[in-house]
């Protein structure tokens, strides 16, 4: 495959991911802002906290994908805002 289209597949894969994210934090009562999670690292970390202490199952399970602490064929690649900072 295209080194560019792999990318690209990669990046429409990970803003789908934070979308699902975004709506099962909706489902619990939560907004949460996309531009704004993938841009304030303490914003995103708040959202993380909140999604792992929910009441909701899979969205404990997604957020914990999101920090990469997932099973490794049970979801996507951690997302790069959950990466450390280097």
Do not use: I
Not at 19 to 28: E, I, N, R, Y
Not at 61 to 76: I, K, M, S
Request: net charge negative; charged share 25%; hydrophobic share 40%.
């Amino acid at each position: 495959m295209n080194p560019t289209l792999e990318q690209a597949s990669r990046d429409d894969r990970s803003f789908v991911d934070l979308v699902d994210f975004k709506w099962l934090m909706a489902g619990v009562g939560w907004w949460v802002n996309l531009t704004r999670l993938q841009r304030d690292k303490s914003y995103a970390d708040e959202c993380l906290q909140r999604a792992m202490s929910g009441g909701s199952q899979l969205l404990r399970e997604r957020a914990a994908w999101l920090l990469g602490f997932g099973a490794q064929d049970a979801g996507p690649e951690p997302h790069p805002f959950a990466a450390p900072a280097g």
